[in-house]
């Protein structure tokens, strides 16, 4: 996720901007830049890669005089990682340069606005509009200039705003994205989170939406939207700086499961258009789809797991038949692959090895490939035909997490797409797709309400010696999936199975004690995983239910439920997992494992 860092004082503000984006690293990033105001003019210096390249680049802050300025650390959404695409950017008079974190829905329409107004564009990100855009609003005073902007822009956003007119000035602002200020007897700073600003002061101000603050040296000033003064609480931090970077959360795991409603919101936004899916540089024609013969999905992992559930929803809205593979085993293959197939790989770092050599080989048959990847401008976004981005930030966990949910929702997002494009989707079936989709956010957050429960359940059961998640259909994908997150942080021996495969072997292991969580969120299954659960129940089971309808024969069954919110059947394995991410969580944290970083595994798997 960006790093946004500022500073209004009377130090030197670069080498100070440099400190900050170095605590800003953990949020990955892949480019850095500074704009610092230096005799009424902004001197702007960023590059592709590392921070120590900045750091080289301006002799560590030294070169840029100035001592008010604006710090960015970015990890692209919009255009691949470049110098050109990195932050701040300029308005096109240069009197203006903008650091920006989120992104801004409607910044095709403003851009193209722009242009026939004669601006031009040196970048590919949706932040150079908010740059130009700064300029067309200009109304000579910025707080007033910022608040027409946030008329126009949508989307998510924390901004720092830099103007020559107001050399001694920064002003800021947020929406759905963080900043923090606060100030010492000197000076005022901004950030994206706490941690960078700790070495000037604990007492914080939380920046909420739609309020604008303005850092003179020595004073800070808060506005509304509308640029009417407003005040503000203090906030008194209380962490350590582990946790604060930690968003003040124990491990970056828990973080990220928290952060799945917003990631999510963030993988829809922009794509659903009216009444229709789309997708920014992708123009698959209604002929082209509709002669598909059929789609394969290639992944390792999770990703593989996103891609079982994906068949169910693509095979639903194409009515073409979807295979799965694990990438490493459909390299080797001989797969039967041909122009008339779509190949999707789903991979959240873009850079696993098999993932990257099975499109090789796709493409090398004459299939289109289509890359379904978090990280912009990794090798698999560059080497398929098309890339749709997940968009949830920067995952630091070697566990998946937001990652994989993300995968879901996207593959959902194709699956609509392919089937509105066909016309083999009705537009009703579409419209309560998308209704869905739209819904699944807050649904999300609904489910990370209350955790104690799932808490005490792991506390209750984090001595298991074997672990069997069982389900039907789309929740035997969800069901691999769980066991996988179980047994890869907490090292207990885990399988996810077909419950109907129980009875052809596995169910030789069950025996008093063993742990079977069954999942039940498909109706018309339902009844037959309640089965499968009374079988291994008689074999002296414990039995967990995840189920959305709860009713008396599942209650007097299982010895215990979690209860998860209702939505669409093809939609509810993004809410069934993330109980249960919960649970495989607490479960290695009451073992006392290294969470963040289990053994013998790495967060991008770029060898075979
Ligand atoms: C499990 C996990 C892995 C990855 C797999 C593929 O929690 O993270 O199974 O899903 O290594 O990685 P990507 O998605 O980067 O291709």
């Keep these: ?67 008010v300025g604006i710090g960015h650390t970015r990890w692209a ?54 740059a130009h855009l700064v300029e067309y609003c200009d109304c000579g005073d910025l707080i007033r200039t910022v608040s027409k902007v946030l008329q126009r822009i949508e989307g998510s956003y924390a901004l720092g705003v830099l103007s020559t007119r107001e050399p001694e000035c920064l002003v800021a602002v947020r929406k759905d994205s963080p900043l923090v200020v606060c100030r010492d007897d000197e000076a005022g700073y901004i ?177 289109r490939t289509l890359a379904i990847v978090n990280v912009v401008g990794s090798s698999l976004a560059r080497e398929a035909h098309d890339v749709i981005y997940t968009w949830a930030g920067p995952e630091i966990s070697v566990a998946t997490t937001k990652g994989y949910t993300t995968q879901l929702l996207a593959l959902e997002l194709v699956a609509v797409y392919l089937g509105q494009q066909s016309g083999r989707l009705s537009q009703s079936a579409a419209d309560a797709l998308i209704e869905a989709i739209c819904a699944v956010p807050e649904l999300a957050q609904s489910a990370l309400v209350d955790i104690a429960p799932i808490q005490q359940m792991a506390a209750r059961h984090f001595n298991a010696k074997d672990v069997f998640y069982i389900g039907r259909g789309i929740d035997y994908a969800s069901s691999q999936e769980a066991s996988l997150k179980l047994k890869e942080i907490s090292y207990i021996h885990s399988e996810g ?23 039940l969120t498909q109706p018309k299954l339902r009844e037959k995983v309640i089965s499968n659960l009374a079988e291994v129940k008689t074999r002296g089971a414990t039995v967990i239910a995840v189920t959305s309808m709860e009713d008396a024969k599942l209650n007097a069954l299982a010895d215990e439920v979690i209860l998860i919110p209702e939505t669409n059947p093809l939609l509810i394995p993004v809410l069934s997992v993330i109980p249960l991410q919960l649970f495989a969580y607490y479960i290695s944290v009451y073992n006392g494992r290294d969470v963040d970083k289990p053994r013998n595994l790495a967060k991008s798997v770029t060898v075979e």
């Excluded at 910044?107 to 908010?130: A, C, H, N, P």
């Excluded at 928290?258 to 789309?278: F, K, N, V, W």
């Excluded at 199975?497 to 999942?519: M, P, R, Y």
Aim: aromatic letters at 8%.
């Design 191 to 367: 950030a994206s989170d706490i941690p960078a600003l700790l070495p000037y002061s604990r007492d914080m101000y939380l920046m909420e939406d739609n309020e604008i603050v303005a850092l003179t040296p020595g004073k800070i000033n808060f506005y509304n939207i509308d640029a009417r003064p407003i005040e503000k609480e203090i906030y008194h931090v209380d962490w350590d700086v582990s946790a604060a970077e930690k968003g003040g959360y124990e491990h970056f795991m828990l973080k990220e499961i928290y952060e799945q409603p917003q990631a999510l919101q963030s993988t829809i936004q922009s794509r659903i258009r009216g009444d229709r899916i789309q997708f920014d540089g992708i123009d698959y024609t209604s002929s082209w789809v509709e002669q598909l013969t059929g789609v394969h999905i290639i992944a390792c992992g999770s990703a593989y797991h996103a891609g079982l559930v994906g068949r169910y929803m693509i095979e639903t809205t194409l009515q073409r038949p979807v295979n799965v593979e694990i990438a490493s085993e459909f390299r080797y293959r001989n797969p039967i692959v041909d122009e008339r197939q779509l190949v999707i790989a789903v991979s959240q770092s873009g850079e696993t090895a098999d993932t990257l050599a099975a499109l090789r080989e796709a493409k090398r048959r004459g299939a």
């Design 497 to 519: 199975i077909a419950a109907g495969e129980l009875k052809h072997g596995t169910i030789s292991l069950i025996e008093d004690g063993s742990l079977v969580i069954g999942l």
């Design 1 to 67: 996720m960006c790093g946004i860092i500022g500073y209004a004082g009377a130090k030197q503000a670069a080498p100070i901007l440099l400190k900050g984006l170095e605590t800003l690293e953990y949020r990955g990033y892949d480019s850095a830049g500074m704009a610092v105001m230096s005799d009424g003019v902004i001197n702007i210096q960023k590059c592709r890669g590392r921070l120590a390249a900045l750091a080289e680049k301006t002799d560590h802050g030294q070169s840029m005089q100035g001592s």
């Design 77 to 130: 959404t919009h255009g691949e990682p470049s110098d050109k695409n990195s932050h701040p950017h300029f308005s096109q008079n240069e009197q203006f340069a903008v650091v920006h974190n989120g992104i801004i829905e409607n910044y095709q329409e403003l851009k193209e606005r722009l242009e026939r107004y004669g601006y031009t564009f040196q970048s590919e990100t949706d932040t150079e509009v908010i």
